[in-house]
T-cell receptor
């Protein structure tokens, strides 16, 4: 089955700096890679996703890049703000009837003033 | 507005008791999922369903069961609660575009 590794487990940046979270996956057939943000005590919320037919996707201050050859994908947050502080999870799946997501273990991002 | 809800939000139970966690979505999604979330493990899949009368085991299904009698609901049952099942449980449903949306979660404590 799929295995997703996520690094780092914790990340502290100063407000305004950039943050990068990296994930690697094991199943070369996986073709859908979402990122979720989870604030303390809240549900995970989808913030951005990418499919294997593109290498990069941007949405305002967040972007995701995908390297299919190396089987890794990354989340980039620019101009970080205190409200970006949360736990971020990456996931991977092969789309189809089930589309079971395999999640990474999460990265706790802290944005300090 | 369409949504996904879970109940109860918090539950304390004793070892050996049967517990059922409810999940209800109003999007009419066919695919629904149950996860547990524990520190250091992220979100792990317990069971999932493609539609009515269709259920499947995930990676951590031992001690859990689900049933799907209608599109809106996927209740999760702990047959005989164990302390190792103390966790936060999330239900999710999936749009046709593969985006999963999570419920607010149930915090279960087994004493």
């Amino acid at each position: 089955g799929e295995n997703v590794e996520q690094h780092p487990s914790t990340l502290s940046v100063q407000e305004g700096d950039s943050a990068v979270i990296k994930c690697t996956y094991s199943d070369s057939a996986s073709n859908y890679f979402p990122w979720y943000k989870q604030e303390l005590g809240k549900r995970p919320q989808l913030i951005i996703d990418i499919r294997s037919n593109v290498g990069e996707k941007k949405d305002q201050r967040i972007a995701v890049t995908l390297n299919k050859t190396a089987k890794h994908f990354s989340l980039h947050i620019t101009e970080t703000q205190p409200e970006d502080s949360a736990v971020y999870f990456c996931a991977a799946t092969l789309t189809g009837t089930a589309s079971k997501l395999t999640f990474g273990t999460g990265t706790r991002l802290q944005v300090t003033l | 507005d369409a949504e996904i809800t879970q109940s109860p939000r918090h539950k304390i139970t004793e070892t050996g008791r049967q517990v059922t966690l409810a999940c209800h979505q109003t999007w009419n999604h066919n695919n629904m999922f149950w996860y547990r979330q524990d520190l250091g493990h992220g979100l792990r899949l317990i069971h999932y369903s493609y539609g009515v009368q269709d259920t499947n085991k995930g990676e951590v299904s031992d001690g859990y069961s689900v049933s799907r009698s209608n599109t809106e609901d996927l209740p999760l049952t702990l047959e005989s609660a164990a302390s190792s099942q103390t966790s936060v449980y999330f239900c999710a449903s999936m749009k046709s575009s593969y985006e999963q949306y999570f419920g607010p979660g149930t915090r279960l404590t087994v004493t």
